[in-house]
């Protein structure tokens, strides 16, 4: 775990210094994770055919799910250019969705509401910007986000180390007193004999 804390923080670090790489290795990493999805997909159809006669839309989802996997690991640079607009979109869409929140907790007489409110307009404006405003901003945008989740997610590694280390250290304690309490007992046992 902690090799794989190190090598997730230099792949965040690599993924923040390189934006570009890392969108693309996004796009790819989605068109493989299509063509894996769609294998599974037809795996299940194959094991569905014979229960179920109508399980050509099942079929369909797993064809297009690799056609369109095979794509993207072929040709991942149109979803790269892509991606940053659907990041974008969604940040715009969750901003609309905390506005709508924050009115709704005004009504139920919740006094803070207009935090929630001054944070979605935030929200709604970087994803008004990442939309329309500079899309190279906005893929490294992305790909910092990326890096950093990387990163984050190795440190989490290493603090599971420390603490996997901490627990080994306490159950050692618990079973070496079990073991005393154990050859006490042996010796008082033996003493009354």
């Not at 109508?54 to 064809?63: H, I």
Request: aromatic share 10%; glycine share 10%.
């Amino acid at each position: 775990m902690c090799l794989a804390g190190v090598a997730l923080v230099v792949l965040g670090v690599l993924c923040i210094m390189y934006p570009g790489d890392t969108i693309l290795t996004l796009a790819w990493a989605l068109g493989l994770m299509l063509i894996i999805s769609g294998c599974s997909t037809f795996g299940a159809w194959a094991t569905l055919r014979a229960i179920n006669p109508y399980s050509g839309l099942t079929f369909l989802t797993a064809l297009l799910q690799v056609i369109l996997g095979i794509v993207l690991v072929i040709n991942p640079a149109p979803l790269a250019i892509a991606l940053p607009f659907i990041f974008a979109f969604w940040v715009l869409y969750e901003g609309i969705g905390l506005l709508v929140d924050s009115f709704n907790y005004k009504r139920l007489g919740w006094s803070k509401w207009w935090v929630l409110c001054l944070i979605s307009v935030l929200v709604i404006c970087a994803g008004c910007y990442g939309l329309f405003g500079d899309p190279i901003a906005s893929a490294k945008t992305l790909a910092w986000l990326v890096g950093i989740g990387i990163i984050l997610d190795g440190v989490g590694n290493w603090i599971e180390v420390a603490a996997v280390n901490r627990v080994e250290k306490r159950l050692h304690k618990i079973a070496d007193n079990i073991k005393k309490a154990i050859e006490i007992e042996d010796v008082e046992a033996e003493e009354v004999k």
